[in-house]
């Protein structure tokens, strides 16, 4: 019964798909572009260009994944839902879980660097204010309505978007025309003539795959709009089959301007290369500008995370994996209670983010990291699963088939296992190897502690 109520949603279809195009795209750029640039290419090098193209294509194979289940069930639980479904309940209620946890600490972390941006321009307001203000402005956008939270998002996109492209052309105007360096082309010498291109070897590129698969994180939540879309079996693959290309773009483009520039070597202790940029031209406000655009990315993400997790309650409500109260939408068809608790948590998140140490929060997040991994590679079991329930006749049948399957699938399912292995030999990632198996158990007891086991099906 349960498998059956967690595809009959009475959710509203309010997303456009100008929405779902941006909402896709803003996903799959972050803050890490903007900040934590400079850490990836000290790993890599001119290389980490690569390192991205590969994992982007690897994240295009996931997202075609989703697509083809998502197409034939649209349903905002998606991968809980269809977890449900092809892997087992067990599978649905850890994904479910896993992915509102993965969330709210996600924005726990995002809520708090809200504060911290803000104090750029107002040194004197103490952290807590803005991230608080933040916090009531984006539940209540996402109570209001799914449409008031496709536009918060269609302009947040569209601001880090613009931002990276100003970059990428400027820095080739530099690059080819000398903008900025008195007419003197700057040229791409400097991909090579540091080292050369490969200066830190594969194993840099292997320990920048970490850094780069975990700038992803939040690309598959186009999947979560499925159950919201106006028309999910065109909105849909338009999003997805564009991702790769714009990674490319964003991604890649951003990059090779940026290293083109500058000395690789020299990146990490200069700053964020975006406002090197930008200062270059002569745009003394760089800093500014930048600070602003991070602070809107941080928004986004506090605004998709309250809009993924109340989601997420309300799918898992449906498959009886949550308290029913999570099923009761509003009159604007929102699972409000749902965003609710899920707002009270990342209130529980600011404050103790002031009492706890650093480093136990570090150890919290770490769980979130390795949860996008766990997600992804759901995705592609699910697909999998999804293939294996099909006839020979209904595969042809397919509306939006995954290329290259079942090829693409353990390929995927390959790179994400190698990228757990290399989480081994990072001091920084290893945490989440030692913390994530303690959260799984946890949820795995809860399962059967709570009764949750009652279908013998699985």
């Known amino acids: 019964m349960e498998k059956d109520n967690a595809l009959h949603e009475d959710l509203h279809r309010g997303l456009e798909e100008r929405h779902i195009q941006l ?25 980490l260009m690569l390192v991205y193209l590969f994992a982007g294509i690897i994240m295009f194979y996931i997202m075609r994944a989703l697509g083809e289940v998502a197409v034939a069930y649209p349903v ?12 087992g309940p067990l599978y649905g209620y850890i994904t479910g879980w896993t992915y509102w946890f993965m969330w709210v600490v996600t924005c726990m972390a995002e809520i708090t660097a809200v504060g911290v941006y803000v104090t750029f321009w107002l040194p004197e307001v103490p952290q807590w204010i803005p991230a608080l203000l933040a916090l009531v402005v984006m539940t209540a956008v996402n109570i209001i309505s799914v449409r008031a939270f496709g536009e918060f998002e269609f302009w947040f996109a569209l601001i880090k978007i613009v931002t990276i492209l100003i970059m990428i052309f400027a ?4 690059i080819i025309f000398g903008l900025g360096n008195d007419g003197v082309a700057i040229g791409i010498s400097n991909l090579w003539t540091h080292q050369g291109f490969f200066p830190q070897g594969i194993g840099g590129m292997a320990m920048a795959c970490v850094m780069v698969m975990f700038s992803y994180l939040g690309i598959e939540l186009v999947g979560v709009t499925a159950g919201e879309a106006k028309n999910p079996e065109t909105s849909l693959p338009a999003a997805i089959d564009k991702v790769f290309w714009r990674i490319l773009i964003f991604y890649v483009g951003a990059l090779f301007v940026i290293m083109s520039l500058y000395p690789w070597n020299q990146i990490g202790t200069m700053g964020s290369p975006f406002v090197l940029t930008f200062n270059k031209l002569g745009i003394r406000a760089a800093a500014g500008i930048i600070n602003f655009v991070v602070l809107t990315a941080a928004l986004s993400s506090c605004n998709s995370g309250l809009f993924s997790t109340g989601r997420m309650l309300y799918n898992l409500a449906l498959q ?3 308290p029913a109260v999570f099923k009761k939408l509003s009159s604007h068809q929102v699972p409000v209670r749902g965003i609710l608790i899920s707002a009270v948590f990342l209130l529980i998140g600011v404050v103790l983010n002031y009492l706890v140490p650093a480093q136990v929060f570090t150890y919290v997040t770490s769980v979130a990291t390795f949860g996008a991994l766990w997600i992804w590679g759901i995705i592609l079991l699910i697909q999998k699963k999804y293939r294996e329930s099909l006839t020979a006749e209904q595969i042809k049948q397919i509306k939006y088939p995954m290329p290259h399957a079942p090829v693409s699938t353990w390929l995927g399912l390959a790179f994400l296992i190698f990228v757990v292995l290399v989480m081994f030999f990072d001091n920084d990632t290893r945490v989440a190897l030692y913390i994530a198996p303690v959260w799984f158990g946890i949820v795995v007891a809860s399962y059967y502690v709570f009764g949750m086991a009652k279908d013998k099906k699985e």
């Not at 905002?76 to 892997?87: E, P, R, V």
């Open 320 to 322: 009886e994996k949550a």
């Open 23 to 47: 909402i896709a795209l803003g996903g799959a750029i972050g803050v890490g572009l903007f900040l934590g640039a400079g850490a990836a290419i000290k790993t890599a090098g001119p290389s």
């Open 171 to 174: 820095g080739l105007a530099m």
């Open 76 to 87: 905002s639980g998606t991968f809980s839902a269809h977890a449900n479904i092809f892997l």
